[in-house]
């Protein structure tokens, strides 16, 4: 009998990219179900090495289609600080469930492992922790009131409302709180959610509408009860803005200035979609129901601030009947986005307690804004849904490539021919700065080759191959070329005086600029390197 624990890690056979991952895993000498053997005392040189074998399996198992497409970020031993934060909470989830079924045993060695991974996720927290100047002068007693009126209604919190610089209000925390610590904790009773439509008169009316969605039923009972002087949830409203400022509320200059970006049709694209659903509502509804829709309460410009909100401040939570509902949550609004975030796991009711946990995936120091992660989203969609770029390089600021490649489904051998999507990212996230792929990602090239080619790529340089890569990179440096012409410089820009909006569309540009013109470096070192390599095949003849 083997001495020591087993614990399994297991890659779901409902994961949507379960045969990539499995390929992943067995090229990296996995099964989809490991079971990893602990031994009852490890040295050093053991623990470490049994922790690194269950980071790179849950890694793998943590990934999603963007970082499955352009594989691990320079050479970092892992995708992003995110995913390897997640991996570690997966993984430290697993060896506290272990030493929970063990409670009558030595445990030294689950406990050693346990300790390892908490200085690894402190490590990671260090690294990237980011110091943040709040305001002073800035006077929170509505946000002060909201939080007084959460706690007497049951709510526990361990941070306090502040006004951030470059980012607005935040949470701040109180005190230090280590990995797993709950930084706030929202009951369910005052959450709002389609529950609360159910309850009041203008239920009746829409649930008779075809196509009528419980998260717009609760966008327009929000319109209405903002202006409940009555409202239980009066300091909660109290607290939100007369203006949301995201990219649904651009105007002409900003968008003047997004002509040429996918910025610009996504913008276009929703709002055209939240008029045409408005006008579909309204004013026929105000004109059947006056009482119940007043007409003043339902205009266009109240309707587009309800957008707003809900976009930028609802959250999906599991309920403890297993429902699924779009929610707002009082208090648990002011806690930011970031790339690095402090708490990633909040979606669902706790059935004990019947409230929504926070609870930290890495630790956050007193007087340090705690955020959580709004999603894996580009820049593009966190401006039009959320008003905002979040600091530093987002690994989902990708430039989707529409191209045609006939022959690729044809071609039994493309090594990723099942990738139905191509896009391209800032270079500088890229660990394939070599010689085969010029830091552009592997599944593009490898498409494109095979479909010009008409055979499988090998590493083996020999000159046909050589000369497709250049027709490769000439014609994607021709793409990009266009692309940065599109994107006109807003050198012109006064950043001091102009709008927020303008500011913001500016920051958007800027950036992908930046993609485009790494892209472009990649390109120009890629044709040079094969044009060297084609000179000295030349020579050799």
């Known amino acids: 009998m083997r001495e020591g624990y087993s614990i399994l890690l297991e890659l779901s056979d409902a994961d949507p990219f379960f045969d990539k991952k499995k390929r992943l895993l067995n090229d990296m000498g996995f099964d989809v179900k490991e079971i990893v053997h602990i031994k009852s005392s490890l040295d050093r040189d053991s623990l470490s090495t049994t922790l690194n074998q269950m980071l790179q399996i849950a890694r793998i198992i943590h990934l999603d289609e963007v970082e499955l497409y352009f594989g691990q970020i320079g050479g970092l031993g892992f995708y992003s600080p995110r995913k390897e934060m997640e991996a570690q909470n997966f993984i430290l989830s697993l060896i506290k469930s272990a030493l929970s079924h063990h409670v009558r045993m030595q445990t030294h060695a689950l406990q050693d492992l346990r300790d390892a991974l908490i200085n690894r996720i402190h490590e990671l927290g260090t690294e990237f922790k980011v110091e943040n100047k709040t305001d002073i002068n800035y006077k929170c007693d509505k946000e002060k009131c909201l939080l007084q009126w959460a706690e007497n209604n049951g709510a526990k919190t361990r941070l306090q409302i502040a006004f951030v610089e470059g980012a607005g209000r935040g949470a701040i925390a109180m005190e230090d709180m280590e990995v797993g610590d709950i930084a706030m904790e929202i009951p369910a009773s005052i959450t709002i959610s389609e529950d609360l439509v159910y309850k009041s008169d203008m239920y009746q009316v829409l649930e008779k509408i075809d196509g009528m969605s419980s998260e717009t039923m609760s966008l327009l009972w929000c319109m209405k009860e903002r ?315």
């Not at 202006?227 to 949301?244: I, R």
């Not at 707002?328 to 059935?351: E, T």
């Open 227 to 541: 202006h409940n002087c009555n409202s239980q949830f009066k300091m909660y409203f109290d607290t939100l803005p007369e203006n949301f400022n995201t990219g649904l509320s651009f105007g002409v200059e900003a968008m003047m200035a997004l002509d040429g970006t996918l910025l610009f049709e996504e913008i276009m694209q929703a709002k055209e979609h939240l008029r045409v659903q408005y006008d579909e509502l309204f004013p026929a509804l105000s004109k059947d129901h006056p009482d119940i829709f007043p007409p003043e309460l339902y205009t266009w410009e109240q309707f587009l601030w309800a957008c707003e909100l809900w976009y930028s401040n609802s959250m999906k939570i599991m309920f403890a009947d297993g429902n699924l509902k779009t929610c707002l949550i009082p208090v648990a609004g002011f806690l930011n986005h970031s790339l690095h975030p402090h708490i990633v796991h909040y979606g669902k009711i706790d059935s004990t307690t019947n409230s929504l946990k926070f609870r930290l995936s890495r630790p956050c120091s007193a007087g340090e804004q705690c955020c959580l992660s709004y999603g894996n989203f580009s820049g593009s969609h966190l401006i039009t849904f959320y008003g905002f770029l979040p600091q530093g390089d987002n690994p989902y600021d990708v430039i989707p490539l529409d191209f045609e490649v006939d022959q690729v489904d044809t071609m039994v051998e493309c090594p990723l021919s099942n990738w139905t999507t191509h896009m391209v990212r800032g270079t500088w996230l890229s660990e394939n700065q070599n010689i085969f792929y010029y830091g552009l990602p592997s599944p593009l090239l490898d498409c494109l080759r095979s479909a010009r080619s008409q055979m499988p790529f090998t590493k083996t340089l020999i000159k046909a191959n050589m000369e497709v890569d250049k027709e490769i990179l000439e014609d994607l440096q021709s793409t990009f070329n266009a692309m940065m012409e599109n994107l006109s410089d807003m050198d012109s820009v006064d950043r001091e005086s102009s709008s927020w909006d303008v500011k913001l569309a500016s920051q958007f540009k800027e950036m992908q600029r930046r993609i485009v013109s790494s892209i472009l470096t990649s390109c120009s070192t890629g044709i040079k390197l094969v044009e060297h390599e084609l000179s000295k095949c030349k020579a050799e003849e």
